[in-house]
């Protein structure tokens, strides 16, 4: 078929873009060596200081010393499973306000401008009274975390709701729906991607919600390290959890974006 | 023996926001016969999809009162069936899903019901299609896809308001035939909203030409048409066509 001949013009196109897709790789890559070897060559020739700013070689070292006792996968694990924890029940109690005020406009109304100031008050200022009202465990890192989330999941999946083509309603309320109904046939379904986003936004804030949870209750997690090595003036371990906890972060951004990808694939 | 299976008696209907009062309708009185295909046209704005909404049960009417098959409207009834402007298929849905959402709705969906959804997608050219997605179906599938969710839970007055005007003109022309055939096939009374003058011409046993706002009956015109083989393309060709165009269009008076 004319089709399937490919032209010399458009494999030349096609090689123009894989090359220039295959220079931002490895331009990219090439920055984060750089980084790093301009780091190390900077502490080794004492241009900075690596007892303040930390090393490439020291913190190789530190993973290595904590893979060794294991408490590296400890820490991680506590601070990702919180997290997950965290944006999940944000999301999920976010979404369930959010059919309330969907439910009711009065009530959506009368919660409006509560919403908005919450909504712009920093979550984190309340962590210190988390703490006290439900002391210094696991459950107030959670606690901290969906309140990072939960009020940014009510806004946007209400958003979503307020969005629902009105059409789809009416042809809905032809067929007889009754307003369970109108929510679970239509309302829920077309508002999926924007309760996929949110979460993918939760993502993000939960674990800032996480790591300010764990510097308050002090117990575990990367935070807790972080914190710690700050006090007792190991930059090495702080400089470690911070890198652990970039890429622990991007994992689990990269899973939700990756979930959501699949999910639209269906659609 | 004529039967009316919708009659509307003096009806109005204002709309109430906080900037005013809208009447849409005035004291409007129609009846549909049986197995009639009425097309209403009017002015952009005058209240069709208001009657619509009514005659289906959506919208109180503010005074006067609608029977369909000689029972007072009340609500949304599974006699009435609504086909919207877009088709309005559930992108999350498969095509046989789409269909069966009425079913599902008015908790009718069991093995009879599916089957007799599975006989129209088959007799309608769906069949190979029903586990398809619609973004996979061509702008005139979808359509038809869309009247099988309206048959489905097998209305026998059809109500539809603009259905083709998101299409070209070349897939509204086949697709009008297409669904014309169908309703005609399936016995149904139909109630067609357009801005189609040629479209309701070739289609219609009757139009109502109404006002503009408050619609008001303007004119009714029975359409008799010489052609062979009855179908709105054919009928297109009848030395009356014209005719009938050019006075139904006078009445919409149209300015620009
Ligand atoms: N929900 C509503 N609230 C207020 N006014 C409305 C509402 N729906 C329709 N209208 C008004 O009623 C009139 C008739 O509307 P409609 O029946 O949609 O007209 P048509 O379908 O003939 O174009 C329009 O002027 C419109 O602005
Ligand atoms: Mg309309």
Redesign the pocket.
């Known amino acids: 078929m004319y089709n399937n001949v490919v032209s010399k013009e458009h494999q030349e196109f096609v090689k123009a873009h894989k090359l220039r897709k295959g220079s931002i790789i490895i331009t990219q890559i090439a920055l984060l060596v750089l980084f790093f070897a301009l780091w190390e060559i900077a502490a080794h020739y004492k241009w900075i200081d690596p007892f303040i700013m930390s090393q490439p070689s020291r913190v190789l070292k530190t993973i290595i010393n904590l893979t060794k006792d294991g408490s590296i996968f400890t820490h991680t694990g506590i601070t990702v499973s919180e997290t997950i924890i965290g944006f999940l029940s944000g999301t999920i109690l976010g979404t369930i306000i959010a059919i309330l005020l969907w439910w009711s406009e009065f009530i959506a109304k009368v919660l409006d401008p509560y919403l908005v100031v919450l909504n712009a008050l920093p979550k984190t200022a309340l962590g210190p009274i988390i703490l006290v009202w439900i002391g210094g465990t696991v459950s107030s890192i959670i606690v901290m975390a969906l309140l990072i989330s939960v009020i940014v999941t009510i806004l946007n999946v209400y958003l979503a709701f307020e969005s629902c083509d009105e059409d789809k309603v009416k042809l809905l309320r032809t067929l007889g729906a009754s307003k369970l109904q109108i929510l679970t046939k239509v309302v829920l379904p077309s508002s999926i991607p924007a309760i996929i986003s949110v979460l993918k936004i939760n993502v993000g804030l939960s674990l800032v919600g996480v790591i300010v949870g764990e510097f308050l209750v002090s117990r575990a997690g990367l935070g807790y390290l972080i914190i710690y090595g700050g006090q007792v003036f190991k930059m090495d371990l702080v400089m470690t959890s911070v890198l652990i906890l970039a890429v622990a972060a991007a994992l689990m951004y990269l899973s939700v974006a990756w979930f959501e990808k699949k999910l639209n694939k269906m659609r | 023996m004529v039967e009316k299976v919708v009659e509307i008696k003096n009806v109005s209907?204002n709309?109430?926001?906080l900037s005013g009062e809208?009447r849409?309708?005035n004291n409007l009185s129609l009846d549909i016969n049986n197995g009639e295909f009425v097309s209403i046209v009017?002015?952009?704005?005058?209240?069709?999809?208001?009657?619509?909404?009514m005659i289906s049960g959506i919208l109180k009417p503010t005074s006067g009162s609608i029977l369909v098959n000689g029972e007072p409207v009340v609500g949304p009834s599974s006699n009435v069936g609504y086909m919207l402007q877009k088709d309005h298929l559930f992108g999350w849905r498969t095509v046989l899903k789409n269909a069966t959402l009425g079913l599902e709705i008015q908790k009718k969906l069991n093995k009879e019901s599916q089957a007799y959804v599975e006989h129209l997608l088959d007799e309608y050219g769906l069949s190979e299609f029903k586990h398809h997605y619609p973004k996979q179906l061509s702008g005139g599938m979808r359509q038809r896809a869309a009247l099988i969710r309206t048959l489905a839970t097998n209305p026998d007055i059809l109500l539809l308001?603009?259905p083709f005007s998101a299409l070209d003109y070349q897939t509204r022309l086949a697709i009008s035939e297409e669904i014309w055939l169908i309703i005609k096939k399936e016995r149904k009374t139909a109630i067609f909203?357009t801005h189609d003058i040629a479209e309701a011409v070739a289609a219609s046993d009757r139009i109502i030409v109404?006002s503009s706002?408050p619609?008001e009956i303007k004119n009714i015109h029975d359409i008799y048409l010489t052609c062979d083989l009855k179908t709105p393309i054919t009928c297109r060709e009848a030395p009356e066509f014209r005719h009938y165009f050019n006075k139904i269009w006078k009445e919409l008076d149209v300015h620009v």
Do not use: Q
Request: charged fraction near 15%; aromatic fraction near 4%; charge should be neutral.
């Open positions: 209907m709309y109430h926001t809208t849409a309708i009017g002015p952009s704005g005058c209240g069709k999809s208001t009657l619509l909404s308001d603009e909203v109404l706002r619609a």
